[in-house]
Structures are given as structure tokens and as C-alpha cells.
């Protein structure tokens, strides 16, 4: 779970993002999930535009948040900000 402080920081570094991952009109299916989880573990924070879905935003964001095991930072407008910080395998 995200404090406040880190969300904050979170929203102030994506700001300058493009959105990665495009939700249309078919909503999250596997290969917008698949998209969303491959980009995450390339770049940890990531924006994702609703284009087609719009009505149903609220529900999409945390399906596809828990979908690929990520934190929601924020959801504003059609955008959405997530944040899956990247596994350490050196520490196992």
C-alpha cells in the first residue's frame, strides 16, 4: 500500500509520461493485461488511457491494477497511473 507522501512522488515523476497502454472499447482483455504487465516490468510506472471504456473507468482501473499485481497511484480523467516496483531477485 502507498502512503500519501509516495503517491505524491509517484504522480509528480509520471507526469511527464506518455500513456503506454490504451484501453478501447472491448475493455481489459488478455492482451491489454498482457501489455499493461510487460510494460511494468520494463518501466515500473506507467500511464494507461481509457479511449473506448470511459463509463466504466472506475471499475477497469483496479481489474487490471489486481490483474498484474500493481498499485493504482492515481486515476484522473482517462488516465491512469501505476505503479509495480521491480522485483529484487538478487535478494531471494
Not at 502507498?2 to 509517484?10: D, I, P
Not at 501489455?35 to 466504466?56: C, M, N, Q, R
Not at 483496479?62 to 497511473?81: F, R
Amino acid at each position: 500500500m502507498l502512503t500519501s507522501a509516495e503517491r505524491k512522488e509517484l504522480k509528480a515523476i509520471a507526469h511527464h509520461l506518455q500513456p503506454v497502454v490504451t484501453v478501447g472499447k472491448n475493455g481489459i482483455t488478455s492482451g491489454v493485461v498482457a501489455e499493461t504487465d510487460s510494460a511494468l516490468t520494463i518501466h515500473e510506472l506507467i500511464k494507461v488511457k481509457f479511449a473506448g471504456s470511459k463509463e466504466g473507468k472506475r471499475e477497469l482501473g483496479p481489474q487490471l491494477a489486481e490483474a498484474v499485481t500493481a498499485e493504482i497511484v492515481t486515476l484522473v480523467g482517462n488516465v491512469l497511473i501505476l505503479y509495480r516496483p521491480e522485483k529484487d531477485e538478487k535478494a531471494k
